[in-house]
């Protein structure tokens, strides 16, 4: 063990009474401008010193650390640490041993990434903690996921291509054909283009002189070959003339891709699609389906506008249709702040919805006049109606009573009457604490569940995560007891934290004393 683990594991309330910290808190204040000569030059100093400035002032919890900046270092007066270890992350490692690794950081140590094995461990760790397995790669394997797990850096020294990085960390153990985008001028070289149609009709079970009939631009597409139909102007036609210039002509093909291009033959097929299925006006968008036009052969029409039936649908007949009205939104469509805002707008404004009737838009009416509208609010506002609201009408003020909000005596909303009691209770009873309701956002990788605690405590130098499970015993809600124990299982192994589960025999039974004896088992 290390000397200077001793002052690595002392609790902050010591800390405090240390010297060089109480020459540190007057160097903040103004009152003196450097350490006493030599302070710095002790180990065990730059560990009290820099202990005290993220636990006690900044505050950090334990996975923020590492993302320290400079700013920060500037702004509590740091730098003179800084200068002993000339990196953030060195000086990080030395105060807090074995407890970051590199890839915690924002930077890694130069030359960290030269390393194949550093970038593979890292990557199956990131594969690990968002529920990935090795036969997900190919599908996980895209730049945008990858910068955004921080292989930046990797992606440049293997040209930017997420094949060539994989293949170096798994040598041929995945082909071209698993991953949705190949290398930069991959396609360029027509005998690569020429062994994956051939794999194609293959696999398709099709004879080569059928070729131009059975191989479609649905299909291309459906085999990750869109960017080499790209370089053909999306025809078929045109790419696989190129490839077997001598086995084909153009008259054997059906019809190119440019046949779409025209409105007109657009209008006259959809016009005949209508008539030939007896699709009313009003349904076209309960019909309009990606397998529906998958099902007629005309996916190739549906692509001429990004395979989205809303798409064509608003080309055809503009400001007609809600996006409500399809059966299925494109994917994402909800994470946009301003589709979210357009839709209540549009539903409120078709059904003549004053502001005076908004607070009445509660998950009771939308189950009954408009159920879609709940996984939306649930996934996005945390279930809370008002949020989506209030975000959707900035225009107009409501108070929390108009959507029979419970408030807490401090200002804080509660979900439930329970739930405020034990509110206003935790702040009459912890007046020393900060205690803070849904604000911190917590996911769960094994589940992929978003969980937002009812309280995190913050208590000298805990801090605990207070759950109130109401309905634990109840059958008023499927799947309640089953989410509650998944809840329960994470939260339990979160480190830097202290979990205290209310259960309703905690409360109910005996009051505020279950809470106090459940708080006092912590200490």
């Given at each position: 063990?290390?000397?200077?683990?001793?002052?690595?594991?002392?609790?902050?309330?010591?800390?405090?009474?240390?010297?060089?910290?109480?020459?540190?808190?007057?160097i903040?204040?103004?009152?003196?401008?450097?350490?006493?000569?030599?302070?710095?030059?002790?180990?065990?100093n730059?560990?009290?010193?820099?202990?005290?400035?993220?636990?006690?002032?900044?505050?950090?919890?334990?996975?923020?650390?590492?993302l320290?900046?400079?700013?920060?270092?500037?702004?509590?007066?740091?730098?003179?640490?800084?200068?002993?270890?000339?990196?953030?992350?060195?000086?990080?490692k030395?105060?807090?041993?074995?407890?970051?690794v590199e890839?915690?950081?924002?930077?890694?140590?130069?030359?960290?990434w030269?390393?194949?094995?550093?970038?593979?461990?890292?990557f199956?760790?990131?594969?690990q903690?968002?529920?990935?397995?090795?036969?997900?790669?190919?599908?996980?394997?895209?730049?945008?996921?990858?910068?955004?797990?921080?292989?930046?850096?990797?992606?440049?020294?293997?040209?930017?291509?997420?094949?060539?990085?994989?293949?170096?960390?798994?040598?041929?153990?995945?082909?071209?054909?698993?991953f949705?985008?190949?290398?930069?001028?991959?396609?360029n070289?027509?005998?690569?283009?020429?062994?994956?149609?051939?794999?194609?009709?293959?696999?398709?079970?099709?004879?080569?002189?059928?070729?131009?009939?059975?191989?479609t631009?649905?299909?291309?597409i459906k085999?990750g070959?869109?960017?080499?139909?790209?370089?053909?102007?999306?025809?078929?036609?045109?790419?696989?003339?190129?490839?077997?210039?001598?086995d084909?002509?153009?008259?054997?093909?059906?019809?190119?891709?440019?046949?779409?291009?025209?409105?007109?033959?657009?209008?006259?097929?959809?016009?005949?699609?209508?008539?030939?299925?007896?699709?009313?006006?009003?349904?076209?968008?309960?019909?309009?389906?990606k397998?529906f036009?998958?099902?007629?052969?005309?996916?190739?029409?549906?692509?001429?506008?990004?395979?989205?039936?809303?798409?064509?649908?608003?080309?055809?007949?503009?400001?007609q249709f809600?996006?409500?009205e399809?059966?299925?939104?494109?994917?994402?469509?909800?994470y946009?702040?301003?589709?979210?805002?357009?839709?209540?707008?549009?539903?409120c404004?078709?059904?003549?919805?004053?502001?005076?009737?908004?607070?009445?838009?509660?998950?009771?009416?939308?189950?009954?006049?408009?159920?879609r509208?709940?996984?939306?609010?649930?996934?996005?506002?945390?279930?809370?109606?008002h949020?989506w609201?209030?975000?959707?009408?900035?225009?107009?003020?409501?108070?929390?009573?108009?959507?029979?909000?419970?408030?807490?005596?401090?200002?804080?909303?509660?979900?439930s009457?329970e739930?405020?009691?034990?509110?206003?209770?935790?702040c009459?009873?912890?007046?020393?604490?900060?205690?803070?309701?849904?604000?911190?956002?917590f996911?769960?990788?094994s589940?992929?569940?978003?969980?937002?605690?009812?309280?995190?405590?913050?208590?000298?130098?805990?801090t605990?995560?207070?759950?109130?499970?109401?309905?634990?015993?109840?059958?008023?809600?499927?799947?309640?007891?089953?989410?509650?124990?998944?809840?329960?299982?994470?939260?339990?192994?979160?480190?830097?934290?202290?979990?205290?589960?209310?259960?309703?025999?905690?409360?109910?039974?005996?009051?505020?004393e279950?809470?106090?004896?459940?708080?006092?088992?912590?200490?």
């Amino acid at each position: 063990m290390d000397n200077l683990d001793i002052y690595r594991s002392m609790p902050l309330d010591e800390i405090m009474k240390k010297e060089v910290v109480k020459f540190y808190m007057e160097i903040l204040r103004g009152k003196r401008k450097s350490f006493p000569k030599g302070t710095l030059e002790n180990k065990e100093n730059i560990i009290l010193i820099f202990r005290y400035a993220v636990e006690g002032i900044i505050q950090s919890k334990r996975e923020q650390i590492p993302l320290l900046t400079t700013k920060s270092f500037k702004e509590y007066k740091l730098f003179g640490l800084l200068n002993h270890y000339r990196s953030i992350p060195k000086l990080i490692k030395f105060v807090y041993k074995d407890c970051f690794v590199e890839t915690n950081f924002q930077r890694v140590t130069k030359g960290y990434w030269s390393d194949t094995k550093n970038i593979k461990t890292y990557f199956e760790q990131c594969l690990q903690k968002q529920g990935y397995t090795h036969q997900d790669i190919p599908q996980v394997a895209k730049v945008e996921t990858l910068v955004s797990w921080g292989f930046s850096n990797p992606l440049k020294r293997y040209g930017h291509s997420p094949l060539r990085l994989i293949n170096a960390l798994y040598p041929d153990e995945f082909n071209v054909s698993d991953f949705e985008s190949v290398p930069q001028r991959y396609w360029n070289n027509p005998n690569h283009a020429r062994k994956r149609i051939m794999e194609i009709i293959n696999e398709e079970n099709i004879n080569f002189n059928q070729l131009p009939i059975k191989v479609t631009q649905e299909m291309l597409i459906k085999y990750g070959l869109s960017t080499l139909l790209k370089k053909h102007n999306g025809s078929p036609s045109q790419l696989l003339l190129s490839l077997f210039p001598s086995d084909f002509t153009l008259d054997q093909f059906r019809k190119t891709n440019r046949y779409w291009k025209d409105i007109h033959n657009i209008k006259t097929t959809i016009d005949s699609l209508l008539k030939k299925h007896n699709i009313p006006h009003h349904d076209i968008p309960k019909y309009f389906t990606k397998s529906f036009f998958r099902e007629q052969g005309l996916y190739g029409l549906i692509q001429e506008f990004n395979a989205s039936p809303i798409e064509l649908v608003n080309t055809l007949y503009p400001g007609q249709f809600e996006v409500t009205e399809f059966q299925r939104v494109p994917n994402r469509y909800w994470y946009s702040r301003e589709n979210r805002i357009q839709a209540l707008r549009s539903f409120c404004e078709k059904r003549s919805i004053s502001r005076e009737d908004l607070p009445a838009l509660t998950r009771s009416y939308f189950r009954k006049f408009f159920p879609r509208f709940i996984s939306l609010v649930d996934r996005h506002y945390d279930s809370k109606f008002h949020l989506w609201i209030t975000e959707a009408f900035p225009e107009y003020t409501f108070s929390p009573e108009e959507f029979k909000l419970l408030v807490g005596v401090d200002g804080q909303l509660c979900d439930s009457m329970e739930e405020l009691q034990i509110h206003n209770f935790l702040c009459g009873w912890l007046q020393e604490a900060v205690i803070t309701r849904e604000k911190i956002k917590f996911i769960n990788p094994s589940s992929n569940e978003g969980y937002y605690p009812d309280w995190i405590i913050n208590q000298g130098q805990q801090t605990i995560i207070v759950e109130y499970f109401g309905l634990y015993h109840s059958n008023k809600y499927k799947g309640y007891k089953e989410k509650a124990d998944r809840k329960i299982d994470y939260y339990r192994k979160q480190d830097g934290y202290a979990f205290l589960p209310i259960l309703p025999e905690d409360f109910k039974d005996i009051g505020f004393e279950g809470i106090k004896n459940k708080f006092k088992s912590l200490l």
